[in-house]
């Protein structure tokens, strides 16, 4: 796709440096440094304690160090002339895929509003075909969204009548939503009108879900009668089919053929069933992919995303747009640090202004050429000769056909969707890509359950850039970990993932020797991909002050020695840096400290749910088990929630029976016992020791990180820690002691 002459072209400008900003970073690295430099030199005087006190500081800086690079040189995308793609004399088609997998964990009303608010974008809808996958196999979902179909008819040409912002209708008719005042004629009438069609919609469905007798199983049903989950056929339904230039786009539901024997790749191989399906049937040069609950929060995504696509001089700077990840109707002060604000400002401008952004597996508009996989230009920009054969495709005549088109960037004509069923029933079978590069060098790749960030990677790989789009109001917003329970069971998804792509051939580090990832972008990519490996330092800074005081023996200077000084100024310097972040984004100090104690980087993940990530995937190296890909539970309650009660409590934190919360617990306890021994001089006979001041500091602040888990102990129901976790931490915490050498236990030693 050329770049018409009448575009100017977009630009990447480089974002302004706060200096303080600046100033800080390179002072904490300096102080990191000065930090290392005296360990090392007093390194012959201490034993054990201080070279692993020193191994993990040489990680934090070693990670200081990678954040900085990925943030030197942030840029942002000169925005995109808006009104300039109508002199576009052609706009090119997408297709927009929307992946769900459990009619249980993802409400089908969810998955509906999504796709009412694609349906709805502001493109010419002839150009736009809607796709979505069904890994569940619900006949609920289908369901669903055949009522959502018959919505669609009033609802899309009500939202562009009217201009309508939000256009997933659950958000617009929330309470937080007003009319605007000056209506125009007829509007009142026809939002009513809407507003009640919505709430029938909404009965429907909340009837089928309530009482899936209910369903009628003899016409397009019928399929589901007695289905099996996890072995099956494949079903594809075309629900609705636009003949008209201004009608509802195209809406397609596909659920790809199961077999308990066969693997299915999680969402990877959804999202490659739903690129051939879609290849066969409009095979559009562009597809966006959004997750169930991921609506379209801006009705010019569409538009945006051609712009930044189209716009630039060479097609290599856009293999993908991506919008960064958002989410609606967040608890207060972030309980449970889901919503990544910090790095909106740091690492995706910074990840811009190198290879471009991760693709971030929801949000993004890919060219579907990159996705084939093949680099088919030249070094002048011509297209290479690429032999387009079953053994890379697969043995689709149809999808073959299609795939050359794309390409050799010949534009497809309009389809007939209902006669291209049985191709896309072929390309939906389980048994397809046997033997196919399916999965390695073509569509998502196989491999980790993260696969947005490995099958982004292989693009940057082959020498694409990615593009990062950021508009106000936010281009897609979809639900957040409703409890810290949920929460930290995505973190252990996350961490698993990354994990498996950094410690496989597909690791950044071959793709910068032998491949054409840039050497910037693989450092960053090592960050990301290392995070889990983070928890380990963590814990072992975690036990060092409790080691040290119940066996009386140091891992930081004294008080009085100046060196003390370094570590106090590291720490506090570090606070000071994050703290701007929020107080500067109008946010408040406790969203700050749920970040401190939840986010990213927030102690209790890294205490409880990366570690057993890690363990994933040691068992998966070792060949042990797999990791599997729990799929995340959302809710829809859009500040719809009567029940007063559990508005108070949505921000506590939840305990589960699982062996997650044992690291943190055993924890807990022995810092109540080493403060206790502390404060109370129980310690062994000083050798000449100070009380360990800054040891006992450190433990306050390990006890204050771990504040949830001290109220869990007193807490009832999910809000407190289960007993058996409380008994196993309690006889994990005696024997800590005991190998200190403190609690004499018979254990002969
Ligand atoms: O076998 C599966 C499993 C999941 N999904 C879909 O994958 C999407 C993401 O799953 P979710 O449980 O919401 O995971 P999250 O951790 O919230 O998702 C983030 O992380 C994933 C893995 O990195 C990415 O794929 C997602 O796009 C990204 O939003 C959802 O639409 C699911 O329906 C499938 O289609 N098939
Ligand atoms: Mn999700």
Same mark, same amino acid.
């Given at each position: 796709?050329?770049?018409?002459?009448?575009?100017?072209?977009c630009?990447?400008?480089?974002?302004?440096?706060?200096?303080?900003?600046?100033?800080?970073?390179?002072a904490? !690295?300096?102080?990191?440094?000065?930090?290392?430099?005296?360990?090392?030199?007093?390194?012959?005087?201490?034993?054990?304690?201080?070279?692993?006190a020193?191994?993990?500081?040489?990680?934090? +800086?070693?990670?200081?160090?990678? +954040?900085?690079?990925?943030?030197?040189?942030?840029?942002?995308?000169?925005?995109?002339?808006?009104?300039?793609?109508?002199?576009?004399?052609?706009?090119p088609?997408?297709?927009?895929?929307?992946?769900t997998?459990?009619?249980?964990?993802?409400?089908p009303i969810?998955?509906?509003?999504?796709?009412?608010?694609?349906?709805a974008?502001?493109?010419?809808?002839?150009?736009?075909?809607?796709?979505v996958?069904?890994?569940?196999?619900?006949?609920?979902?289908?369901?669903?969204?055949?009522? &959502?179909?018959?919505?669609?008819?009033?609802?899309?040409?009500?939202?562009?009548?009217?201009?309508?912002?939000?256009?997933?209708?659950?958000?617009?008719?929330?309470?937080?939503?007003?009319?605007?005042?000056?209506?125009?004629?007829?509007?009142?009438?026809?939002?009513?009108?809407?507003?009640?069609?919505?709430?029938?919609?909404?009965?429907?469905?909340?009837?089928?879900?309530?009482?899936?007798?209910t !369903?009628?199983?003899?016409?397009?049903?019928?399929d589901?009668?007695?289905?099996?989950?996890?072995?099956?056929?494949?079903?594809?339904k075309?629900?609705?089919?636009?003949k008209?230039?201004?009608?509802?786009?195209?809406?397609?539901?596909?659920?790809?053929?199961?077999?308990?024997?066969?693997?299915?790749?999680?969402? &990877?191989?959804?999202?490659n069933?739903?690129?051939?399906?879609?290849?066969?049937?409009?095979?559009?040069?562009?597809?966006?992919?959004?997750?169930?609950?991921?609506?379209a929060?801006?009705?010019?995504?569409?538009?945006?995303?051609?712009?930044?696509?189209?716009?630039?001089?060479?097609?290599?700077?856009?293999?993908?747009?991506?919008?960064?990840?958002?989410?609606?109707?967040?608890?207060?002060?972030?309980?449970?640090?889901?919503?990544?604000?910090?790095?909106?400002?740091?690492?995706?401008?910074?990840?811009?202004?190198?290879?471009?952004?991760?693709?971030?597996?929801?949000?993004?508009?890919?060219?579907?050429?990159?996705?084939?996989?093949?680099?088919?230009?030249?070094?002048?920009?011509?297209?290479?000769?690429?032999?387009?054969?079953?053994?890379?495709?697969?043995?689709?005549?149809?999808?073959?056909?299609?795939?050359?088109?794309?390409?050799?960037?010949?534009?497809?004509?309009?389809?007939?969707?209902?006669? &291209?069923?049985?191709?896309?029933?072929?390309?939906?079978?389980?048994?397809?890509?046997?033997?196919?590069?399916?999965?390695?060098?073509?569509?998502?790749?196989?491999?980790?359950?993260?696969?947005?960030?490995?099958?982004?990677?292989?693009?940057?790989?082959?020498?694409?850039?990615?593009?990062?789009?950021m508009?106000?109001?936010?281009?897609?917003?979809?639900?957040?970990?409703?409890?810290?329970?949920?929460?930290?069971?995505?973190?252990k998804?996350?961490?698993?993932?990354?994990?498996?792509?950094?410690?496989?051939k597909?690791?950044?580090?071959?793709?910068?020797?032998?491949a054409?990832?840039?050497?910037?972008?693989?450092?960053?990519?090592?960050?990301v991909?290392i995070?889990?490996?983070?928890?380990?330092?963590? *814990?072992?800074?975690?036990?060092?002050?409790?080691?040290?005081?119940?066996?009386?023996s140091?891992? *930081?200077?004294?008080?009085?020695?100046?060196?003390?000084?370094?570590?106090?100024?590291?720490?506090?310097l570090?606070?000071?840096?994050? !703290?701007?972040f929020?107080?500067?984004?109008?946010?408040?100090?406790?969203?700050?400290?749920?970040?401190?104690?939840?986010?990213?980087?927030?102690?209790?993940?890294?205490?409880?749910?990366?570690?057993?990530?890690v363990?994933?995937?040691?068992?998966?190296?070792?060949?042990?088990?797999?990791? &599997?890909?729990?799929?995340?539970?959302?809710?829809?309650?859009?500040?719809?929630s009567?029940?007063?009660?559990?508005?108070?409590?949505?921000?506590?934190?939840?305990?589960?029976?699982?062996?997650?919360?044992?690291?943190a617990?055993?924890? *807990?306890?022995?810092?109540?016992?080493?403060?206790?021994?502390?404060?109370?001089?129980?310690?062994?006979?000083?050798?000449?020791?100070?009380?360990?001041?800054?040891?006992?500091?450190?433990?306050?602040?390990v006890?204050?990180?771990?504040?949830?888990? !001290?109220?869990?102990?007193?807490?009832?129901?999910?809000?407190?820690?289960?007993?058996?976790?409380?008994?196993?931490?309690?006889?994990?915490?005696?024997?800590?002691?005991?190998?200190?050498?403190?609690?004499?236990?018979?254990?002969g030693?």
């Amino acid at each position: 796709m050329a770049n018409p002459q009448s575009l100017p072209l977009c630009e990447k400008t480089p974002l302004k440096i706060n200096t303080l900003q600046r100033a800080q970073e390179i002072a904490i !690295l300096f102080l990191f440094i000065c930090l290392l430099v005296y360990r090392l030199l007093s390194l012959a005087d201490h034993g054990f304690v201080w070279l692993l006190a020193f191994l993990c500081e040489s990680w934090f +800086t070693f990670n200081w160090v990678l +954040t900085l690079i990925i943030q030197w040189t942030p840029v942002e995308y000169k925005t995109y002339p808006e009104n300039l793609l109508q002199q576009v004399p052609e706009l090119p088609a997408v297709d927009m895929f929307v992946t769900t997998a459990d009619a249980d964990l993802e409400p089908p009303i969810i998955t509906v509003n999504t796709v009412l608010s694609l349906l709805a974008v502001d493109y010419p809808s002839h150009k736009l075909a809607c796709y979505v996958s069904d890994d569940g196999c619900s006949p609920l979902t289908l369901y669903s969204l055949t009522e &959502a179909s018959k919505f669609a008819q009033f609802w899309v040409p009500f939202c562009k009548k009217y201009n309508i912002q939000v256009r997933a209708p659950f958000r617009y008719f929330s309470g937080n939503s007003k009319l605007p005042s000056d209506n125009p004629i007829g509007f009142l009438q026809e939002w009513t009108k809407m507003k009640d069609e919505y709430q029938k919609l909404c009965q429907k469905i909340e009837v089928a879900v309530q009482n899936l007798a209910t !369903l009628d199983f003899s016409g397009d049903s019928g399929d589901f009668a007695d289905i099996d989950k996890r072995n099956h056929p494949t079903i594809i339904k075309v629900i609705w089919e636009n003949k008209e230039n201004n009608g509802v786009p195209h809406l397609v539901y596909v659920a790809r053929e199961k077999r308990s024997d066969q693997s299915h790749h999680h969402k &990877a191989g959804a999202m490659n069933v739903l690129t051939r399906v879609s290849g066969v049937m409009t095979n559009a040069p562009f597809m966006l992919n959004v997750d169930c609950d991921m609506y379209a929060n801006n009705s010019k995504i569409v538009l945006y995303a051609m712009c930044l696509l189209l716009g630039f001089k060479h097609e290599k700077e856009g293999a993908f747009v991506q919008y960064p990840q958002m989410f609606y109707d967040t608890l207060k002060d972030d309980p449970f640090g889901n919503q990544m604000v910090v790095p909106l400002k740091t690492s995706w401008p910074g990840f811009a202004g190198m290879q471009g952004p991760l693709y971030a597996g929801t949000g993004c508009f890919h060219r579907r050429k990159v996705i084939y996989g093949f680099s088919f230009m030249d070094s002048e920009g011509n297209l290479r000769d690429v032999a387009l054969d079953q053994e890379r495709f697969g043995n689709s005549t149809e999808l073959i056909e299609s795939a050359t088109h794309t390409l050799s960037e010949k534009i497809d004509h309009p389809h007939d969707l209902s006669g &291209a069923v049985e191709a896309a029933n072929k390309v939906a079978g389980s048994s397809y890509e046997h033997n196919t590069l399916w999965g390695t060098k073509l569509g998502w790749v196989y491999g980790s359950v993260t696969e947005d960030i490995l099958t982004g990677m292989k693009i940057h790989a082959r020498g694409w850039k990615s593009i990062l789009c950021m508009p106000d109001p936010p281009g897609f917003v979809g639900s957040a970990p409703s409890s810290s329970h949920i929460m930290l069971t995505q973190r252990k998804r996350w961490v698993s993932g990354l994990l498996e792509i950094l410690f496989s051939k597909n690791s950044p580090i071959f793709a910068t020797l032998y491949a054409k990832l840039e050497f910037r972008q693989c450092l960053a990519y090592t960050t990301v991909l290392i995070w889990g490996l983070k928890s380990i330092p963590d *814990l072992c800074y975690a036990i060092l002050p409790v080691y040290c005081i119940v066996t009386n023996s140091h891992f *930081l200077p004294k008080v009085k020695e100046p060196a003390f000084i370094i570590f106090v100024a590291v720490f506090l310097l570090k606070i000071l840096y994050t !703290l701007r972040f929020y107080l500067g984004s109008g946010l408040s100090i406790s969203q700050w400290w749920n970040q401190v104690r939840m986010g990213p980087e927030g102690k209790i993940p890294y205490l409880t749910t990366s570690l057993f990530g890690v363990v994933t995937v040691v068992f998966k190296l070792l060949g042990i088990s797999e990791v &599997a890909f729990d799929v995340t539970q959302k809710d829809q309650n859009s500040s719809s929630s009567d029940d007063q009660e559990d508005d108070a409590n949505a921000g506590r934190f939840t305990f589960a029976e699982s062996p997650i919360y044992v690291p943190a617990t055993t924890l *807990l306890f022995v810092h109540f016992t080493a403060l206790a021994m502390g404060l109370f001089g129980m310690q062994p006979p000083a050798h000449g020791a100070d009380g360990g001041v800054g040891e006992m500091m450190c433990c306050v602040w390990v006890v204050l990180c771990l504040w949830p888990f !001290l109220k869990g102990l007193f807490g009832k129901g999910k809000y407190g820690i289960p007993m058996p976790t409380i008994f196993k931490s309690a006889v994990l915490a005696l024997l800590f002691m005991h190998f200190c050498g403190r609690i004499p236990l018979p254990l002969g030693r």
